[in-house]
């Protein structure tokens, strides 16, 4: 490669790199100034004081950012369990029995993949609120389970590549099917989970509108919507507001860093289904 | 669903026949929690939908007016109904641009490269963050006098600072603009992701023949990511037909940036019309099931197997 091609190409990198990164490092250097401060310097300048964490506790108590965390812990666990049980029930029904209609359910779950959740949420809310579920964690729960048909691919597509004769071989040795399941199909899924943990996992976490229709309640804030609530009475306090969009930032940031290559390939294998 | 369970027993009997008796039950107790969610949260919903579409109702009232074609009609007429389907427009635009940047970089990234990793980090990194916290990201950096206006008095462009979101003939813009920031990483990590499965000998082989960088793009890289290229251009068609987080968490809708789902959402939940906001449902629904299914046609999908 010619020098000037390849000083272009680093050039490129280095700028989608400062195009990346700003927008996310003036709002950090904003999250550690106080307000006489921010006002004062423009948003290029770093702070004054590096260890000044006064915004990110206004942000955690005002926000009441605990409880965000837990509320999203809570929900992100039990439908994370429920996908996974759910997903791999279905799966291990549909790769290994021979069942009338089994073309049809497939043929459901393949056309559901095409509806966009955002499409159907004015009846989904009549449902979940004809089932009590409105202003509960269980609205998030049951639809984060009940939409996610991604999921149930990777399982089936993973579990073909299992070979029947593991099966077989425990058939013989008097396992019933629940046991094949438990004992021998579920811990070879253990890559398949790992990638429905990981993408859905960010979904959950990431997600605004499920939880902004549903659980208005205060005391039942994820951390979307309680950061989304910073919008209006903080709109002259952008400290405030860095701190507390840098707090839910920071645990993705050290996911991403833990996790990279599995978040590649569960990003791969998730979209290309 | 009771009515659905009813319908699966005789299904369960004919299968008693076929199979040993000892496992005749199993398959659809395994089956029915996955497909008891999937009718409860996805086709009876959609079903209700089509049914409310027709008829006047405030999602409280016990009756519902049948009004036959009436909201389909205000959708199509009302120009605030279907003004907002321009909106879309903006975001497919800026989906070619996210295609096009991912691309370049992957094909960049797929050649030896000093700091690869760190790259393809930095690129991808967006897509993996809380759309609230993207939104509120990109507010500070459209202010007034914010970060935008600041670098770009830096590099002397200081005549073209705007209000970013404040100005009508801007604000989509500004707010298609972010949304590249937040996915292009994603087209990117897919790209570089088919790049590389390509296999190595296939470009040592080319440059034993001579080929440069150029002909290898065109004539082993190209062909080889043709298929999550066109797959990407058309989730980049329902994608900007069903814009919500950025323009409702940014601007909610103001200036100019209302799109479809926002207005849906307050059709329904704010002006509690759910017939009228059903009726705009089921024709955004059908509009990407057709773009779906003209996705199917010019591009068979050989990789769904499931049978």
Same mark, same amino acid.
């Given at each position: 490669m010619s020098r000037v091609a390849r000083a272009a190409k680093y050039a490129s990198l280095v700028l989608a790199s400062v195009i990346v990164l700003l927008p996310l490092v003036v709002l950090l250097f904003a999250s550690f100034k106080t307000h006489e401060e921010y006002s004062r310097t423009g948003s290029l300048t770093p702070p004054e =004081?590096?260890? =000044?964490f006064d915004n990110f506790v206004t942000a955690w108590t005002a926000g009441d950012m605990f409880r965000g965390f837990l509320n999203t812990t809570l929900i992100l666990v039990v439908s994370l369990a429920g996908t996974v049980a759910v997903g791999t029930l279905a799966a291990y029904a549909i790769s290994r029995f021979v069942f009338p209609f089994k073309r049809l359910i497939l043929g459901l779950f393949l056309v559901a993949a $095409?509806?966009?959740?955002v499409t159907t949420q004015v009846a989904t809310y009549q449902i979940v609120k004809s089932m009590g $579920?409105?202003?509960?964690?269980w609205s998030a729960i049951v639809l984060f389970m009940g939409t996610d048909i991604i999921s149930i691919y990777i399982f089936i597509q993973f579990m073909?590549?299992?070979?029947p004769s593991l099966d077989q071989a425990a058939m013989i040795d008097g396992a019933s099917r629940f046991t094949i399941y438990r004992r021998v199909i579920l811990p070879l899924m253990k890559p398949a989970i790992a990638t429905v943990v990981i993408i859905k996992g960010i979904a959950v976490y990431n997600e605004f509108y499920i939880p902004f229709l549903?659980?208005?309640?205060?005391?039942?804030?994820?951390i979307s919507t309680a950061l989304f609530k910073?919008?209006?009475?903080?709109?002259?306090q952008w400290e405030t507001i860095a701190a507390c969009t840098m707090i839910v930032i920071i645990p993705t940031v050290v996911i991403f860093l833990l996790l990279q290559r599995f978040i590649y390939n569960g990003i791969t294998a998730g979209a290309t289904k | 669903m009771t009515s659905q369970l009813v319908e699966v027993r005789p299904a369960v009997t004919a299968g008693r026949r076929r199979?040993? @008796? #000892?496992? #005749?039950?199993?398959p659809w107790l395994y089956v029915a929690p996955a497909l008891i969610l999937l009718l409860t949260f996805t086709y009876v919903p959609v079903g209700n939908m089509l049914f409310y579409s027709f008829h006047k109702w !405030? /999602? +409280? !009232?016990v009756t519902m007016d049948p009004v036959g074609f009436g909201n389909y009609v205000k959708v199509f007429t009302d120009e605030r109904y279907w003004r907002?389907? &321009?909106?879309s427009l903006y975001y497919f635009a800026a989906s070619f641009a996210q295609i096009a940047i991912a691309l370049y970089f992957a094909v960049v990234l797929s050649?030896?490269?000093?700091f690869r990793n760190l790259f393809k980090g930095i690129l991808f990194f @967006?897509? +993996? &963050?809380n759309g609230v916290a993207v939104g509120f990201v990109f507010l500070y950096l459209f202010q007034p006098d914010g970060t935008l206006d600041t670098v770009l008095r830096l590099v002397? &462009? /200081?005549?073209?600072? #705007? +209000?970013? &979101? /404040?100005d009508p003939d801007v604000a989509n813009l500004s707010l298609a603009g972010t949304s590249v920031w937040r996915f292009t990483g994603l087209n990117f990590v897919l790209f570089l992701g088919a790049i590389q499965s390509i296999p190595g000998e296939i470009y040592e082989a080319a440059e034993i023949d001579g080929a440069n960088r150029w002909h290898q793009f065109w004539h082993i890289i190209a062909p080889g990511i043709r298929r999550i290229i066109s797959l990407s251009f058309i989730l980049a068609i329902s994608g900007s037909l069903s814009v919500f987080e950025i323009p409702f968490i940014m601007t909610s809708g103001a200036n100019g940036t209302r799109t479809f789902v926002i207005q849906a959402y307050e059709t329904a939940f704010?002006?509690?019309q759910i017939g009228l906001a059903s009726a705009m449902a089921v024709v955004l629904l059908l509009l990407v099931l057709l773009v779906t299914w003209i996705q199917r046609r010019v591009l068979p999908d050989e990789e769904v197997n499931l049978s």
């Amino acid at each position: 490669m010619s020098r000037v091609a390849r000083a272009a190409k680093y050039a490129s990198l280095v700028l989608a790199s400062v195009i990346v990164l700003l927008p996310l490092v003036v709002l950090l250097f904003a999250s550690f100034k106080t307000h006489e401060e921010y006002s004062r310097t423009g948003s290029l300048t770093p702070p004054e =004081n590096w260890f =000044n964490f006064d915004n990110f506790v206004t942000a955690w108590t005002a926000g009441d950012m605990f409880r965000g965390f837990l509320n999203t812990t809570l929900i992100l666990v039990v439908s994370l369990a429920g996908t996974v049980a759910v997903g791999t029930l279905a799966a291990y029904a549909i790769s290994r029995f021979v069942f009338p209609f089994k073309r049809l359910i497939l043929g459901l779950f393949l056309v559901a993949a $095409l509806v966009p959740g955002v499409t159907t949420q004015v009846a989904t809310y009549q449902i979940v609120k004809s089932m009590g $579920l409105v202003n509960t964690p269980w609205s998030a729960i049951v639809l984060f389970m009940g939409t996610d048909i991604i999921s149930i691919y990777i399982f089936i597509q993973f579990m073909q590549s299992i070979p029947p004769s593991l099966d077989q071989a425990a058939m013989i040795d008097g396992a019933s099917r629940f046991t094949i399941y438990r004992r021998v199909i579920l811990p070879l899924m253990k890559p398949a989970i790992a990638t429905v943990v990981i993408i859905k996992g960010i979904a959950v976490y990431n997600e605004f509108y499920i939880p902004f229709l549903y659980m208005r309640s205060p005391d039942l804030n994820v951390i979307s919507t309680a950061l989304f609530k910073f919008k209006g009475p903080y709109g002259a306090q952008w400290e405030t507001i860095a701190a507390c969009t840098m707090i839910v930032i920071i645990p993705t940031v050290v996911i991403f860093l833990l996790l990279q290559r599995f978040i590649y390939n569960g990003i791969t294998a998730g979209a290309t289904k | 669903m009771t009515s659905q369970l009813v319908e699966v027993r005789p299904a369960v009997t004919a299968g008693r026949r076929r199979r040993r @008796p #000892k496992f #005749k039950h199993y398959p659809w107790l395994y089956v029915a929690p996955a497909l008891i969610l999937l009718l409860t949260f996805t086709y009876v919903p959609v079903g209700n939908m089509l049914f409310y579409s027709f008829h006047k109702w !405030d /999602g +409280l !009232d016990v009756t519902m007016d049948p009004v036959g074609f009436g909201n389909y009609v205000k959708v199509f007429t009302d120009e605030r109904y279907w003004r907002v389907f &321009l909106i879309s427009l903006y975001y497919f635009a800026a989906s070619f641009a996210q295609i096009a940047i991912a691309l370049y970089f992957a094909v960049v990234l797929s050649f030896e490269t000093r700091f690869r990793n760190l790259f393809k980090g930095i690129l991808f990194f @967006p897509y +993996l &963050l809380n759309g609230v916290a993207v939104g509120f990201v990109f507010l500070y950096l459209f202010q007034p006098d914010g970060t935008l206006d600041t670098v770009l008095r830096l590099v002397g &462009l /200081g005549e073209h600072t #705007k +209000l970013w &979101l /404040g100005d009508p003939d801007v604000a989509n813009l500004s707010l298609a603009g972010t949304s590249v920031w937040r996915f292009t990483g994603l087209n990117f990590v897919l790209f570089l992701g088919a790049i590389q499965s390509i296999p190595g000998e296939i470009y040592e082989a080319a440059e034993i023949d001579g080929a440069n960088r150029w002909h290898q793009f065109w004539h082993i890289i190209a062909p080889g990511i043709r298929r999550i290229i066109s797959l990407s251009f058309i989730l980049a068609i329902s994608g900007s037909l069903s814009v919500f987080e950025i323009p409702f968490i940014m601007t909610s809708g103001a200036n100019g940036t209302r799109t479809f789902v926002i207005q849906a959402y307050e059709t329904a939940f704010q002006f509690r019309q759910i017939g009228l906001a059903s009726a705009m449902a089921v024709v955004l629904l059908l509009l990407v099931l057709l773009v779906t299914w003209i996705q199917r046609r010019v591009l068979p999908d050989e990789e769904v197997n499931l049978s």
